[in-house]
């Protein structure tokens, strides 16, 4: 090995990446291959042959009614999976979601919010409660228990969607779309989504 030319050493050392990267690969396909959730999840080689495909996310709305297939492109949102784990019905729920997030995130399909998005959704909730405020006549109207919470979590999936261009599949319609007033991010409604 000491006596081949440096274009040779540095031919193999690039095969050997290569066979170490082709190796974390294939670990990670046989973690998707586990089938976290209900449907089947998109492999990252389906992701490369549908390059076109824009990405997709769902809200936490979407999960309620179980969705049975996720389209190539489709990325997990942390956000999403950390109000799926905290309204879980048991044990077993909360570990499909714990090993939903840990495959997504060995895929890189988990849309994790940052820095930047929270400060984007802190200022989305400010506009948005100053807009309630100016049309009450200058009072903050009452909220319904729990509303501005909800109306936070989905503040950060929207900024971190957008962020990652994807578009968010939603039946929480009306917080939407008070949302991208401020904050453009593709939306669409679940029904209108899957009816195709």
Request: charged share 30%; glycine share 4%.
């Amino acid at each position: 090995m000491d006596g081949q030319p440096p274009e040779v050493r540095s031919h193999n050392r690039l095969l050997r990446a290569r066979s170490i990267a082709q190796s974390r690969t294939d670990h990670s396909q046989r973690l998707m291959s586990l089938d976290c959730v209900r449907g089947k999840l998109p492999t990252r080689t389906d992701r490369q042959r549908n390059r076109l495909m824009p990405p997709i996310t769902y809200d936490t709305s979407v999960f309620k009614s179980k969705p049975e297939w996720f389209p190539s492109g489709f990325l997990f949102s942390a956000v999403v999976i950390q109000e799926l784990i905290a309204s879980a019905n048991d044990d077993s729920e909360v570990s499909r979601w714990i090993a939903t997030r840990r495959a997504a995130e060995n895929e890189d399909r988990l849309i994790v919010p940052d820095s930047a998005d929270w400060l984007m959704a802190s200022k989305v909730l400010y506009w948005l409660m100053q807009r309630r405020k100016k049309k009450a006549g200058g009072k903050s109207p009452p909220l319904k228990t729990g509303a501005s919470q909800r109306m936070a979590l989905d503040a950060l999936i929207a900024v971190s969607a957008r962020r990652y261009k994807a578009t968010v599949v939603t039946a929480n319609w009306s917080d939407f779309e008070a949302i991208k007033y401020y904050c453009n991010v593709k939306t669409i409604k679940a029904s209108k989504y899957f009816k195709r």
